[in-house]
């Protein structure tokens, strides 16, 4: 069994232990020690990283009581190693961790949810819940948690006696079989959990909810807190104070300036779309239709392109077919008629031309691939 010093001082970065097990493993190597500070994954929580007697640990694993270290290199059995830990990576998983807990118990107090799910990477947390949460009162969580934050609470861990565990009310996602490990924070969570966590809530940092949807029945709230909350927050300022540079506009004010844009912008569109549906009317005005199909290849969008189409149509044509795109990338088609089923025409045009789509006996709508001579010399000989 290796002794858990990370059990002991979760702020505990470096130590000392005696090798006892080498073997190879992968491209790499299995080191097994009498005692350690690396915490293996588990609750959820990816494994701590760092160094071990000079080569890299990349992963850490408990199995069967012993924990296994992943190396890039072997060490002699029988001595003794310094290990030392990413203690960078260790604080932002104990700030991650010890917010959930904040936030999960705040939910289960306000609501009675669970949490059925937990995921802690290197750049993204995760809580699930079974059941639903207003969106709206995501900011009256996240308030409540940073509370918690500013009150500094001790973090307790306890290693309850079964008789004592049977008296107390604790959150939990698995079944635990011996010894249960309970992380108290007062006023806010008791769970069982084997993670390290901050000794103090303050250290937690800021506790910022960036997200929410569902999920399985229920929610899944995304979540960063301290150091990675800020860089968070650095990078969506950077983004901010540049888009309100090309909009000649406050910082607190991209948002209105974005909307004004956008109502200017769709302005702008419908008076495009005036524009240009006059030009196909005259384009149409012009057009021989006397045959029995009208093929067009324009380059106008999806909407205009079923425009053309009706504009043909109303003409007179038997059946119209109207192609925008390039060789390269492909033509998107509208194929219709108002005396003929042409979901027939559409399925060999599509078999012709490694296309696919469909619609209604008097219009269907696709994509194809070839070139445009081939194209028009099939809608003119191909299917008949």
Request: net charge negative.
């Amino acid at each position: 069994m290796t002794e858990k010093l990370f059990y002991q001082d979760s702020h505990r970065s470096t130590f000392t232990a005696i090798v006892q097990e080498v073997r190879p493993s992968g491209n790499g190597y299995e080191i097994i020690l009498d005692r350690t500070a690396f915490f293996p994954e588990g609750g959820g929580q990816s494994s701590d990283t760092g160094s071990l007697g000079g080569v890299s640990v990349s992963d850490v694993q408990e199995i069967d009581g012993k924990i296994i270290h992943y190396t890039d290199g072997p060490l002699v059995e029988g001595t003794e190693v310094e290990g030392c830990i990413d203690w960078t990576e260790r604080f932002s998983k104990m700030q991650q961790h010890t917010g959930e807990h904040i936030v999960s118990g705040l939910i289960h107090k306000i609501y009675g949810y669970h949490n059925v799910g937990f995921h802690l990477g290197t750049d993204s947390v995760t809580l699930d819940f079974n059941g639903g949460v207003p969106k709206e009162k995501l900011h009256e969580i996240e308030q409540l948690a940073n509370e918690a934050v500013a009150k500094n609470l001790p973090v307790q861990v306890l290693y309850p006696t079964d008789e004592e565990l049977s008296k107390i009310s604790y959150r939990s996602k698995i079944e635990i079989e011996g010894q249960v490990r309970i992380v108290v924070i007062d006023g806010y969570d008791v769970c069982a959990c084997c993670a390290p966590h901050v000794k103090q809530t303050g250290e937690i940092g800021l506790i910022k909810l960036v997200g929410m949807q569902n999920y399985k029945g229920g929610v899944r709230i995304s979540m960063l807190c301290g150091f990675r909350a800020l860089e968070d927050y650095y990078q969506k300022e950077k983004n901010n104070r540049e888009i309100a540079v090309m909009l000649s506009a406050k910082e607190y004010e991209t948002a209105v300036e974005v909307e004004r844009l956008q109502e200017e912008l769709a302005m702008k569109k419908a008076k495009i779309a005036e524009l240009e549906r006059k030009f196909l009317e005259q384009k149409v005005e012009t057009l021989d239709i006397s045959g029995e199909i009208v093929c067009l290849f324009e380059e106008t969008d999806p909407v205009m392109t079923r425009e053309l189409v009706n504009l043909l149509l109303k003409k007179g044509a038997k059946m119209a077919a109207v192609f925008s795109g390039n060789e390269r990338e492909g033509y998107r088609y509208v194929l219709g008629s108002r005396s003929l089923d042409v979901r027939k025409n559409g399925k060999l045009l599509n078999e012709a031309f490694h296309g696919r789509g469909g619609g209604k006996p008097e219009m269907v709508q696709g994509t194809v691939k070839g070139q445009k001579e081939e194209i028009q010399a099939f809608l003119k000989h191909g299917w008949k």
